[in-house]
């Protein structure tokens, strides 16, 4: 069995070389590896990667694994809530060596036909199987899963904080209920595979009231090359 202190990871955006936020990716990596008690070795970044660059740290041996862009991006997306995978509160919110759960959330995502997971613990949507979901109120505030739940940091949040800040959002932390979700204007899900998605349907429920002003803040934010 592996552990979840066995290795440490992140997952970058590629196009002709050019990896995208790489300082912001190396930078949680680091963060991350010493949560987890990691040495990160000097990393070599190979030329001429091509999309979903997976950057691993495994007993400070450096791997770097490339796949197609397994799902390029969406404009709207559908999803279905999942158990969240739970850990210790220590490692929980790292992307730490024992992803095997995330992998399989994934995978029955896919097979029932959804474009994503979105994770539940104690009754809130903590994070995604490979996205930050962002719920917009009716009062203009954006919500974000409190990091205490467990959820991953995500570097396109990181991206696209700013963005959102000055086009008028105020942004706030806290429990993404039942109640927040079915009730929210837009749900935006942020990911390095995804981008800026916007969630329209949530078990087999419509979600949001149609609008996007918060997924083309994003959209922006994240820029033409990213697309």
Wanted: charged residues 25%.
């Amino acid at each position: 069995m592996v552990g979840p202190k066995s290795a440490v990871f992140t997952t970058v955006r590629a196009r002709k070389g050019d990896l995208f936020h790489l300082d912001l990716h190396l930078e949680r990596l680091q963060k991350h590896a010493a949560i987890l008690g990691i040495k990160i070795p000097q990393l070599v970044i190979p030329d001429g990667l091509e999309g979903l660059v997976r950057i691993e740290v495994n007993s400070d041996k450096v791997s770097f694994g490339v796949k197609p862009f397994y799902q390029e991006i969406h404009m709207e997306a559908e999803g279905i809530t999942i158990p969240a995978p739970r850990w210790t509160r220590k490692v929980t919110g790292t992307k730490h060596g024992d992803w095997e759960p995330y992998r399989k959330i994934t995978e029955e995502v896919f097979s029932k036909g959804a474009d994503v997971g979105l994770l539940v613990h104690d009754y809130c949507i903590i994070d995604g199987d490979r996205v930050m979901p962002l719920v917009l109120d009716e009062d203009g505030v954006v919500w974000i899963s409190d990091s205490k739940l467990g959820g991953v940091s995500s570097v396109t949040y990181d991206v696209c904080k700013q963005a959102i800040k000055d086009a008028g959002f105020v942004i706030s932390s806290g429990r993404l209920n039942e109640r927040l979700v079915a009730r929210a204007k837009e749900i935006v899900l942020l990911g390095t595979g995804m981008g800026a998605a916007r969630l329209t349907v949530l078990d087999d429920v419509d979600i949001g009231d149609g609008s996007d002003n918060l997924q083309q803040v994003c959209i922006s934010a994240l820029g033409k090359n990213w697309y």
